[in-house]
């Protein structure tokens, strides 16, 4: 269980002056600004959920994740994970939590794998048994058994990555944080990492934590996403729910004769918006308030439709056009 | 125990990560052996052109000289990882690592690197302690056995406090690796005879930074009798208590302060 | 042309900069190493046979102590490289791929770098160094008159050793940053290189004191034009001939160091492959 109250956190950056004579002017003196990276934040993970935790670079994600750890202090606010505060009592939490910086690896470079893990064992003082059973497990489910034998820097990048995550769960936590776990990997190993976050959820129990940029891991993965833009939540519920908010929209793409445009092409009801994608039109509208039915009628009359491809929003467009909106108070406000 | 346990897991770590560097270190041994032999040639260099130094003989400055090398080279064998926090690890990042697993922070570090260079310093100050020897008439005592003993052993101690409270300011200031450098340059310093310099400079090695008070000292006491060898081992037990107390507190303090970098 | 390394020109110099604390603390440190040093030539000079007057091999003591303070200056201003590591880095993570692609010589970046630095280091720290190191030492009477003309033309010749001097630093930084391809690891060949270039450029000791064999095998080395030359030249050790000949046996040094790393980095090269990326 994770509780997190009115979190925030200020980092104070020197002001730098540019150019030359700038730099020379902060050796004398040096001015800082605040940048409240997270801004009085507060949620509750309960055991076993999955969170997606999500929003543009620098609205915070890892600075969050870095407090949860433990090895950033809240200039603010608590967390506490099951009961403890890690940034007081960091060892103690250290054992129950894993973590995984997509961008750094925890594995010692030079030696075999497997060595990595021998002292990981110790480290976190696991029993034999259960040494075997997780290395058993997480060598079916992140396939890692291959190259235990080979050192760490001559992995691949998605080996290396699924390794790391094998690191951070050798001692089964009970709560994972991943920041960026599929960054950067092929769709097979991000594939790869999402069934072992599954079965990991599934077998353990393990609560999990995770940022990224890749809306297919959330949709596979998160029963819940919190949405962060400039250090504040800005949505925090069930992916179902988020769509919802925007209604059932659905969209039909449509490949139409070549002299059929969006702005010329007889308007059905202005519920419909009608758009031009790679010569395609696209039709977004709210299934609730317009039957999906006629509109596909008036596609096929109307707009002399050849084909189809009707979806639902995508979980990316939602997040998207929820970032879009809060771009745009922002400006008005200003 | 479960700390020794581990102690030795993570050596033995350490030691196969060496070995995935066998050219290195045999570069690092041969460069090792010329840096001493340069520095014992610059000795040898000067000497040539004075009779004496100070009244310390050749055989006696170089006596000087290897004995420096024992409490270094022990230094060197466990707590070679701190160079690493003070110049780089906390500044790059890869210190998160280790505050994020549920074994002390310092323990960590320690058990990072070992350091088998340290014997071959070790064997290289003992061989040039038994040539110098063999050219000198020293009475040894049990006394001056001690003394010497103690030196060494808790001279590396204090070497050690050194380097754990100057890197520990890394954790506030990102780097300290400068600082830690210059500091420990001052061991050089005790690679001669106290006598060279001014009162203030030897009241500076034997208390503010004591490397004269666990290598000039004794030697001196073997050479030429000039303190109480029990009182001595007592000045320097009780000197690394100290130092060793002090670091731990400074450590404890800068860990706590301790904040990972960028966001 | 060379607008392209301006980035990394400017990299090496806010680097410099950005730990301020760090090189004010090694400054103030310094000078109480530079006193021990002073003590130690004090007691060589008063135990010779000559007392503290004595000339030994060309130097007073007065010399001597001058020589120990630019040397050291010198060493802290010329010497502020991190290429050796920096290669080194790129090797073990295997970054080294990523500027393999880029559109700029991966030895330029680091000669760009390095004189950033170079140039931050003189203007912060060189210039009120040396004017303060040169007007104790010159009022103390420790050097020769600094009358002008004569003092100005030395001090010309020592800026453009100095950048020679830090130039080949960078080269033979670089030619053992390459050597790390070999070895895996730097450990080992970073303190290689700062004892052959602490014992051979006379920063330990001036190459006078070194055995006659010995010192002629070494003065057409490269080594010495990395600090003893520069320091023989500024306090006028050497007449003018002989610090032209200087400069200039340091300068073909560069050019053929230069030259070899070239031969030696596309050699090495082949190596990245072995390692992975």
């Known amino acids: 269980m994770i509780e997190v109250k009115d979190l925030t956190k200020v980092f104070r950056k020197p002001i730098r002056g540019s150019g030359l004579s700038g730099m020379v002017k902060t050796l004398f003196s040096r001015k800082y600004e605040e940048v409240r990276a997270v801004d009085g934040i507060s949620f509750t993970v309960p055991d076993g959920e999955i969170v997606g935790y999500i929003g543009p670079n620098g609205a915070g994600k890892s600075t969050t994740i870095k407090m949860m750890c433990g090895i950033l202090t809240p200039t603010s606010g608590s967390i506490l994970i099951d009961g ?32 990595s893990f021998k002292v990981l064992k110790e480290i976190y003082q696991i029993p034999d048994a259960d040494y075997r059973e997780r290395m058993a497990f997480l060598g079916e489910v992140l396939d890692i058994t291959r190259f235990l034998s080979q050192p760490v820097r001559t992995l691949s990048l998605g080996e290396r990555m699924r390794a790391d995550l094998a690191a951070s769960m050798i001692h089964n936590p009970r709560i994972l944080f991943l920041d960026e776990p599929t960054i950067g990997m092929d ?31 959330i949709e596979d993965l998160c029963s819940r996403i919190i949405l962060l833009e400039k250090g504040k939540i800005i949505y925090d519920g069930p992916l179902t729910d988020l769509k919802k908010r925007f209604g059932n929209i659905k969209t039909l793409t449509l490949t139409v004769p070549a002299e059929v445009h969006a702005g010329t092409a007889p308007v059905l009801s202005p519920e419909v918006a009608v758009s031009e994608e790679d010569g395609r039109l696209v039709l977004r509208f709210d299934a609730d308030r317009i039957p999906l039915e006629q509109v596909v009628q008036y596609a096929f009359r109307d707009l002399r439709a050849m084909d189809m491809k009707i979806a639902e929003i995508s979980i990316g467009d939602v997040v998207k056009t929820i970032l879009e909106q809060q771009e745009a108070e922002h400006a008005e406000k200003v | 125990m479960r700390y020794v346990h581990l102690y030795f897991t993570c050596i033995k770590r350490s030691m196969i990560s060496r070995l995935e560097y066998k050219k290195d270190t045999i570069v690092a041994l041969f460069s090792f052996f010329f840096s001493n032999l340069c520095s014992l040639a610059a000795i040898y260099f000067i000497l040539q052109s004075i009779p004496a130094l100070a009244g310390y003989s050749l055989a006696e400055v170089g006596f000087f000289y290897g004995f420096s090398m024992l409490p270094i080279s022990l230094d060197h064998l466990f707590s070679d990882e701190f160079w690493l926090v003070a110049y780089r690890r906390v500044q790059n990042g890869d210190m998160d690592m280790h505050f994020l697993r549920p074994v002390p922070v310092m323990f960590q570090v320690f058990a990072e690197t070992f350091q088998p260079e340290g014997f071959g310093e070790m064997i290289l100050g003992v061989a040039l302690i038994i040539v110098c020897a063999s050219n000198l008439t020293v009475t040894v005592s049990f006394g001056s056995i001690a003394v010497l003993t103690v030196g060494a052993v808790f001279g590396a101690v204090i070497i050690t406090s050194f380097k754990v409270a100057l890197s520990a300011l890394a954790f506030i200031f990102k780097r300290s690796g ?7 340059n001052f061991s050089n310093y005790a690679k001669y005879p106290l006598a060279i310099y001014p009162a203030v400079i030897r009241m500076l090695l034997i208390f503010v930074l004591p490397f004269g008070l666990f290598i000039s000292l004794p030697v001196d006491t073997l050479l030429h009798g000039t303190h109480d060898p029990w009182l001595l081992c007592l000045a320097i037990i ?8 002090l670091a731990v507190r400074i450590w404890t303090f800068c860990e706590r302060r301790y904040e990972s970098t960028g966001s | ?28 440190i310094t000078v109480c190493q530079v006193a021990c040093l002073v003590f130690l030539w004090l007691a060589v000079y008063r135990s010779s046979e000559g007392g503290i007057d004595a000339v030994i091999h060309g130097f007073t003591y007065r010399e001597m102590i001058s020589y120990v303070v630019l040397t050291t200056v010198f060493g802290f201003v010329t010497f502020n490289n991190d290429t050796l590591w920096n290669i080194n880095t790129d090797i073990k993570k295997g970054t080294i791929g990523n500027y393999l692609i880029k559109p700029i010589s991966y030895r330029g970046k680091f000669a760009a770098t390095s004189l950033g630095s170079l140039l931050m280091m003189t203007l912060m720290f060189g210039v009120p160094l ?17 009358t002008f003309p004569a003092f100005f033309a030395h001090l010309a010749l020592f800026l453009l050793s100095g950048l020679c001097a830090s130039l080949l630093n960078d080269t033979i930084a670089y030619i053992f940053g390459v050597l790390c391809f070999y070895t895996s690891s730097g450990w080992g060949l970073n303190s290689l290189k700062e004892t052959l270039v602490a014992f051979l450029s006379g920063t330990l000791l001036p190459l ?22 520069p320091i023989l030249i500024l306090m006028m050790k050497y007449d003018l001939a002989e610090s032209l000949r200087a400069v200039a046996l340091t300068a073909a040094w560069i050019v053929a160091l230069e030259l070899f790393a070239k031969l030696l980095f596309s050699h090495a090269i082949r190596k990245v492959t072995v390692q992975g990326g």
Not at chain 1, 94 to 103: L, S
Not at chain 1, 191 to 198: D, P, Q, T, V
Not at chain 3, 130 to 146: Q, R
Not at chain 3, 210 to 229: H, K
């Open chain 2, 178 to 184: 400068p600082l830690l450098q210059i500091i420990y």
């Open chain 1, 84 to 115: 403890t505060e890690p940034c007081r009592k960091r060892q103690q939490v250290a054992q129950h939590i894993g973590v995984v910086f997509g961008q750094k690896t925890q594995l010692w470079w030079d030696i075999p794998l497997i060595e």
């Open chain 1, 187 to 217: 769709v097979l190993v991000k594939e790869k990492i999402r069934l072992a976050i599954h079965a990991l959820n599934r077998t353990y129990g393990t609560t999990v934590v995770l940022t990224t940029h890749d809306m297919t891991d």
């Open chain 3, 1 to 28: 042309m060379l607008k392209k390394y301006k980035p990394f020109l400017r990299a090496g110099a806010m680097d410099t900069m950005a730990y301020r604390f760090n090189i004010l603390v090694w400054a103030v």
């Open chain 3, 208 to 229: 006078a004191f070194f055995p006659a064999g010995l010192r002629e095998a070494v003065s057409i080395m490269p080594f010495a034009g990395m600090s003893q030359n």
């Open chain 2, 238 to 245: 009780l000197c690394a208590a100290v130092f060793f107390a």
């Open chain 3, 130 to 146: 040396y004017t303060a190191a040169l007007a104790v030492l010159g009022s103390l009477g420790f050097l020769p008159d600094l």
